[in-house]
């Protein structure tokens, strides 16, 4: 995805072309792209909040020049939701239209399938990349995400917030972590037990 930014450009080779996508896209509002992708490719209604959230996430650029400097430009989301709202298939229907994008599941992956492992090879101890990190300048869903331990996701929170994850254990490493990031869950009440939207006055307050 990030290489198809660099590419995109309305000066190069495909300038031309590249323009009259822009002026045809330019054509609908946002509320008709939104239609039209669900009419046609997802086909899951009463959810344009979703696909919202999906969209500004996909089109996030990795980072955009401001003021003389390259500022982090990838978004990372958080969709709250009770069971069948259709959450993870509005991702995974769009993701499968375009071809891009990945899906962990925090009920059935582990933090070393997410994240990192280590292993031992020859003697050796190495770090092992997870499905998170590997999605470096791309995208991926963990859906369930409420199932992750608090510890995980500050470890993944830090390496969020600076496109960077430090492993620092019998074995070590540095890995670029620029990831565009949709969290997927059910909201859970105050004893970690499982609630439903109506049981929370706010919507922010199921975060």
């Not at 995980?152 to 490493?173: F, P, T, Y």
């Amino acid at each position: 995805m990030d290489d198809d930014w660099k590419r995109f450009s309305l000066t190069g080779p495909h300038g031309p072309e590249n323009s009259g996508l822009i002026k045809e896209v330019s054509k609908f509002t946002t509320d008709e792209i939104i239609s039209e992708i669900t009419n046609h490719v997802t086909r899951i209604y009463e959810s344009d909040e979703i696909l919202y959230a999906i969209l500004l996430t996909y089109l996030s650029p990795i980072r955009f020049p401001f003021n003389e400097s390259l500022l982090r430009g990838w978004v990372t989301s958080a969709i709250v939701g009770d069971s069948g709202t259709g959450k993870t298939e509005t991702y995974v229907r769009f993701s499968d239209w375009i071809n891009e994008g990945d899906l962990f599941s925090a009920l059935t992956g582990t933090r070393t399938g997410l994240l990192y492992a280590i292993k031992q090879r020859g003697g050796e101890w190495m770090v092992s990349t997870g499905r998170w990190v590997k999605s470096n300048d791309r995208i991926i869903t963990i859906d369930e995400t409420q199932e992750i331990a608090k510890q995980q996701i500050k470890e993944m929170g830090n390496a969020i917030d600076k496109g960077h994850l430090q492993v620092e254990r019998v074995a070590s490493g540095g890995y670029q972590s620029r990831v565009r990031t949709i969290f997927v869950m059910n909201p859970k009440d105050r004893n970690n037990q499982a609630a439903t939207m109506s049981d929370f006055a706010n919507g922010c307050e199921t975060l």
